[in-house]
DNA sequence: GAAATTCCCGGTACCGTTCCCGGGAACGTT
DNA sequence: AACGTTCCCGGGAACGGTACCGGGAATTTC
């Protein structure tokens, strides 16, 4: 790379001194109109640039966002694309990390961005994070943060988050009114928030609707397709099969879906299934997947937004919790025709 | 924040120079066994880490890669996973940006990453981009960068590619042997590298087939689903209508389903479908859509490479180009028993 | 006409780190 | 005893930019 232009060339060929170049440059008073014009001039004569790397060290920021996500799938590239919407316009620029669920890499990603000196975090943390020592950390630091999608227990952070709980309420709550009686529930890692969260919605449709919960229709299936599969043929094998099936993820009702083909039986009829995300795919499918949508646009918008109102406030804010409203999209997967 | 623990905080305690410190962290010659033991130790109680940014400022460079793309769909993010694995590897991090097709965004995203003084570009060009200038300045600085998948006219650039028109090829062939008579071509915007490319290879199988080709065959739709299925519709409503449709994109490829379907065609005994990226919905759909699969976790990686080398190696590399090859995934759409 | 004000500009320190150079102390070599 | 080595260490400059301070010249004010 050749070097390039610095703010002492410019001053070194119109013979005066830097000072005066960086002033005239921002634009800022105490210069004359005839050296402003000659400098603008010559600056962009020589496509000069100013450092931000020099402005950095200087100024102790760098316009940078960390930004840690569990992987690019649906849901977090189009958070992402919210968020860098927001930096954008903020005058920030993002530094993307994915985690691939895996919590090794995430502390790794977490020391690299900090050594980058990145202005703070915003993070959806994987599946896989059961330890948060690297999280509390930079929040020892007073390193601004914000955590969207995926919560993090016993810790006081900014959050932007979907009411978990509702949207699977939602969902099972639409089942039972479609007539289901006995209603699955294909949960993510145990120690997944988002997944716990949903499942006590779940939960908590079944009492409002009288029915007895059956402990055996919980099942654990990680975000994994093949695996939710597995599971589904498991369920459909047992003498009292379900006749609903509400997912934590449209990956996992994919997978539930292949099953219950495999297995000759009919959606609905059969056997209901709602997702969740509304990742496109469920539209396209026969049946089409009902799906509880989530705003992942919006909610790497707030989560930026918040983040650098974050970084503007001096005095330390109250930790915020951001929740949204999911809407349950019901398509052919679960509508009984009555 | 918090300010970080300098190498001066501890040359201070330990009533020792800067320079001294600097030489322990590093493990360099010219320190004593026990200064150097108390350095460490003293640097792990602080939680010290050296301040990327003064050595970026005095190194002049940063250790960041830009990396520009369209958007972060499935074949964008999973090339962005295959840069961020081999970049995280050869420890530099990366700076995402989306121009989301939109040449206007790209300018800015050039500019920004300029300013934060990347050390060079990994480049996917939108589709709407025409003029080049803010490429050429790049290259006019020596910046190095590198292309995938998305190639540039008229530029000596690094490229990774993927031989397009081998994939339109295997696909207009396979239909061919299928039977297929008049085979039409779903394109993308007519100044996009790869749509032509792969228009290439579907005029070269029908040649090679000895198929006469008709340009009102040939529709260009954008990367627009909907866009696509309007455009399927017209086809359909032909008197002669296609019995086999070759597309550069399986979201393409999806829109021109529903068109097909809604027709109340059947797929592939009416009219036989090729879709383009072997997305993992292809093969969900019922039918399940024969795709061309790309190598895009490869092709990142390749790139990312290809971009380190070039970092590294100080005499100018002559630029090179690297192909990747395609593979026909057969399907449904597209498999005709006979 | 002296004083005050305005208009411009330059010098210097600083941000955190590395690199180059120089030099003192201890040791070994004749 | 004089010299050469080796081992350690510190001082300064540099990277590119901004902020603060001080000051000369021109202009205004009384």
Redesign the interface.
């Known amino acids: 790379?050749?070097?390039?232009a610095t703010i002492k060339d410019i001053a070194r060929r119109l013979h005066i001194s830097t000072s005066t170049v960086s002033r005239a440059m921002r634009d800022q008073p105490d210069v004359n109109a005839d050296t402003k014009k000659a400098v603008l001039a010559l600056a962009e004569e020589l496509?000069y640039?100013?450092?931000?790397?020099?402005l950095?060290?200087l100024k102790?920021?760098?316009y940078?966002i960390g930004v840690l996500v569990p992987?690019?799938?649906y849901f977090c590239?189009t958070a992402?694309?919210g968020i860098?919407e927001m930096a954008?316009e903020a005058g920030y620029?993002?530094?993307?990390?994915?985690s691939n669920e895996s919590y090794g890499r995430e502390v790794?990603n977490v020391?690299?961005?900090?050594?980058?000196?990145v202005?703070?975090f915003i993070i959806s943390a994987s599946s896989q994070t059961k330890a948060f020592d690297h999280f509390k950390?930079l929040q020892e630091?007073?390193?601004?943060m914000v955590f969207f999608d995926r919560e993090t227990p016993d810790m006081d952070t900014h959050r932007v988050v979907l009411d978990n709980a509702d949207g699977a309420m939602q969902a099972t709550e639409h089942l039972l009114q479609q007539g289901c009686k006995r209603i699955a529930f294909l949960a993510g890692p145990p120690a997944l928030s988002i997944s716990n969260k949903r499942k006590e919605g779940y939960l908590a449709a079944l009492k409002k609707y009288k029915t007895k919960t059956d402990e055996s229709l919980i099942v654990h299936c990680d975000f994994n397709q093949q695996y939710a599969q597995v599971a589904t043929e498991e369920l459909l094998r047992r003498k009292k099969r379900p006749d609903g099936i509400v997912t934590i993820s449209d990956r996992i009702a994919?997978g539930a879906m292949l099953a219950i083909k495999e297995k000759g039986l009919r959606m609905p009829e059969d056997i209901a299934l709602v997702g969740f995300n509304n990742e496109p795919?469920t539209s396209?499918?026969?049946p089409s997947i009902s799906s509880v949508d989530q705003p992942a646009f919006e909610m790497g918008k707030i989560a930026a937004r918040t983040f650098i109102e974050l970084l503007n406030s001096h005095e330390k804010p109250p930790v915020s919790t951001i929740t949204l409203k999911p809407r349950l999209i019901i398509r052919e997967s679960s509508r009984i025709k009555v």
């Open positions: 790379m050749d070097k390039a496509d640039q100013p450092n931000k790397v020099a950095s060290l102790k920021h760098t940078t992987n690019l799938d590239a992402v694309k860098d954008l620029t993002v530094m993307v990390c994915q790794v020391r690299r961005l900090l050594e980058s000196r202005d703070g950390r630091k007073n390193i601004p994919i795919v396209l499918l026969s």
